[in-house]
Every structure is written in structure tokens, then in C-alpha cells.
């Protein structure tokens, strides 16, 4: 399960070539003029058994539950979250565990209730992110049909992926995922590669993007650095991660090697998320993208019973911020309480990062993975700080000549020319 960073791209690309002019933590009154709620129709379930997967264990908060989001639920969700939505373009972002599991029969009155519920000038877009076991052509026909958005979960070639997503059985799953991406591509349905950078795979940053690039085809690439908190439930405490997580050093190792051959090459032609998102940050413009965002709290996660919880990485009891079906969700994402979630992010960087040359574009990162101690031994330093300021450095000289190519209207494939 990817997490809001892969959703939110997803989510992002569905506009204006992955440029969503109308995300925005901007704060009116007590609501936000939009937010994005990564919906879990079957919470925690799947078929797959990812030895990363930081969502399986949230199956232990709802003990006993059915894990099916009720066709009351969903109508009242609909309703509800697209009257929230103060802007042209209102996303429904669909997750899990797996989403398919709900069966197809679910989204169909889903986009039945979107329409019914639709007010004029408003576009309702569906992004839906499957690890791609389960489809078949009725699925993608539909997908196709309905313009959704397919985010699906690829870590690289057989054996990298291999070894960390695995069915219920311990089987692999690479063979069955590619007859997926093989559905979505007969039935020209648009999809994004979300990577997840782990131990096993972060050695081999070409194998991964060139697969990726030239046996996948991918053209929209998101790559998610996997930090596992070793808690029984994966909640975000503790300062000890598992040995599958990737390292700063090892991740900002992964990015700038596949960025050296990016923009030799695929300018233009592979949009990465990262370089995506790096350029937004060069040319002065929000980063797209929550965790490099100055604070947050506009991306909530709601479970299948209506809780809703103030980000997908946070759901826990602490950071429940009630059921929609009791307090309106609108209320539920400008609430006291979601405020100061998301302003946190901010407010407490420690010093070291406060006084970083690259805390423009990192902003700390998120703050699930802000669980070391700075050189003066000050808490809040992200796990992935060493990566995260070699890539932002690295990139700099370049990302000043394309952003420069922006400002003067020419191509950006240009780049690719300089010396």
C-alpha cells in the first residue's frame, strides 16, 4: 500500500498533465478550500501479503468488522465530499489494502453517485491505486470508460520485486502484476508506475528505472522510500525502523543516479515524480506534493466504517478525528485538531533543519519519518535527511537551466543539449 505521497500523485497527475492548478492548504474560516481524503472502501484487506505494507496491521483496529463500505456510507461520502470541495475539479481517490476487493459492481454505483451529486462546472475525476493482481478486461473496460486513473504498484524487475511483494502464500507476484499493466495498456487505460524504494531494490537504481522505462513503459514514475516503524502496529513511534527500509544515504544515492540518466535522456519524454516536483520548487511554485509542503493536513484518510483520520500514515487513535457519519466531513478537515496537525510540520523543524540550504524544497519532509536526533541532539530530524539534501543539491545546477527554459518558453527537452 503506497501511502498519501503515492496517491497524492496520482490524484495529481489526473490534471492538466500532472499539474493540479487547484491543490491548495490555503485555509478559509475553518475549511480548507479542498482537500483530498484517500478513501478505504475494504480498509486493511488484501490479497497481497507486502513485507513493507505499513496498513495490513490497522486490521487489528476494527476488530470484527466486515471491512465493506456500506452503499449508505458511500452515497452520504459522495454527498458530502463533493459539496466540501470548493474548487472546478473534485478527486475521488480510491485505496486500501486493495480496492478491487470491493468488486466491481461498487464503482459502478460509485460514478452513478458522483453524477447524481455533481454541480454544474464541477469535473469528478477517480483515481484508484491496485497492486494489479486482480484485473481482467472487465475491470479495465470500465476503467477506460470512466477515465480512471490507475496507479499501479511495480518495484522493478522480477526478482526486485519479488522480494518483498508477495501473496497471502508467500508466492510472487511479478507475473501477475505485468498481465495487469498488459490489461490497462490493450484497454488504453491511463496509468502511473508507483516504485517503492526499499532494501532490496535501492542498489540497483538503473535496473529498477530502465525496466520501468523500457519493459514496463512507463511515462509517469512515482518513487516512495519504504521507512518502517518497528511497532506492532505501525504506528508512528519509535526510533527503529525495519531492515527492508531504505536509508537516506542509499535513497539519495537511488535518486541521483536515476536523475543523471533522466536528464541526458528522458526530458520530456518520463515524468518522475521527484524531478517533477523538484522543478515546481526551482521555478517558485508549490511543490505538488504534501510531504515537501510547508505544513500539511489537507490530505485525510477515511476508513470503511466512516472514520476519518488526519493523514493515511497516522491512522491510530490519536490522530482519529471522528466518523463523518456523526460530524460533517468539511467540519472534520478544518477542525482545531487537523489545524494543528498539519501546522506541526512546521513549527517543529529543529534548528539544523531550519538553517539547511535545501529546506525550500524539503521543508523537513514528512513527519512520519522525522524520528532522529539532529548533531545537537534536538528531536525531529527526518530519516531521510541525508538522502533528501544530496538529491536537492545535486540537482540544483540543472534544475536552474530547465527552470530557465520554462521562464523563456522554450522546450525543456533542450536541457538535454547543454553542456
Request: aromatic share 10%; proline share 6%.
Amino acid at each position: 500500500m503506497p501511502g498519501t505521497e503515492g496517491m497524492e500523485e496520482t490524484m495529481r497527475a489526473l490534471s492538466d498533465n500532472e499539474q493540479s492548478p487547484h491543490r491548495t492548504n490555503t485555509i478559509v474560516g475553518s475549511a480548507p478550500l479542498a482537500f483530498q481524503v484517500m478513501l478505504k472502501p475494504r480498509g486493511s484487506i488484501c490479497n497481497l501479503n507486502c513485507r513493507y505494507c505499513f496498513y495490513l496491521a490497522k486490521e487489528e483496529l476494527y476488530p470484527g468488522a466486515s471491512f465493506r463500505m456500506s452503499d449508505e456510507l458511500l452515497e452520504e461520502y459522495t454527498r458530502q465530499y463533493i459539496a466540501a470541495q470548493r474548487v472546478p475539479e473534485v478527486v475521488f481517490a480510491w485505496q486500501g489494502g486493495e480496492p478491487t476487493l470491493m468488486g466491481l459492481d461498487f464503482y459502478r454505483k460509485a460514478v452513478t453517485l458522483q453524477q447524481k451529486y455533481r454541480r454544474p462546472g464541477i469535473r469528478i475525476l477517480n483515481a484508484l491505486q491496485t497492486n494489479g493482481t486482480r484485473l481482467d478486461d472487465e475491470w479495465c473496460v470500465f476503467f477506460h470508460e470512466h477515465n480512471f486513473l490507475i496507479g499501479l504498484s511495480l518495484d522493478g524487475p522480477r526478482p526486485l520485486h519479488d522480494a518483498y511483494r508477495v501473496d497471502k502464500g508467500g508466492q510472487p507476484t511479478f507475473d501477475k502484476v505485468m498481465a495487469g499493466l498488459a490489461l490497462l495498456k490493450r484497454h488504453q487505460v491511463e496509468f502511473n508506475i508507483l516504485t517503492c524504494v526499499h532494501a532490496a531494490n535501492a542498489d540497483f537504481p538503473l535496473d529498477v528505472y530502465r525496466f520501468l522505462r523500457d519493459e514496463a513503459g512507463a511515462e509517469f514514475i512515482q518513487f516512495i522510500p519504504i521507512v518502517e516503524r518497528m511497532h506492532p502496529l505501525r504506528f508512528q513511534e519509535g526510533t527503529h525502523v525495519s531492515p527492508r527500509s531504505v536509508s537516506g544515504d542509499a535513497y539519495g544515492r537511488f535518486l541521483n543516479t536515476i536523475f543523471d540518466e533522466w536528464v541526458q535522456h528522458d526530458v520530456g519524454r518520463v515524468s518522475v515524480q521527484m524531478f517533477d516536483v523538484a522543478l515546481a520548487t526551482w521555478l517558485g511554485e508549490p511543490s505538488g506534493l504534501c510531504i515537501f509542503d510547508e505544513t500539511c493536513g489537507c490530505g485525510l484518510a477515511m476508513e470503511h466504517n466512516g472514520d476519518v483520520y488526519s493523514c493515511d500514515h497516522f491512522v491510530e487513535p490519536r490522530h482519529r478525528l471522528g466518523n463523518m457519519q456523526v460530524i460533517p466531513l468539511a467540519d472534520l478537515a478544518g477542525s482545531a485538531k487537523q489545524r494543528r496537525f498539519g501546522l506541526a510540520k512546521r513549527e517543529t523543524l529543529p534548528r539544523t533543519c531550519r538553517e539547511c540550504p535545501v529546506l525550500f524544497a524539503c521543508h523537513g519532509g514528512c513527519p512520519k519519518d522525522r524520528l532522529l536526533q539532529t548533531p545537537d541532539g534536538e528531536p525531529g530530524l527526518n530519516y531521510l535527511c541525508a538522502g533528501y539534501k544530496a538529491f536537492f543539491t545535486h540537482v540544483d545546477a540543472p534544475m536552474k537551466r530547465i527552470s530557465d527554459l520554462v521562464r523563456r518558453g522554450r522546450p525543456i527537452t533542450g536541457v538535454m543539449t547543454l553542456p
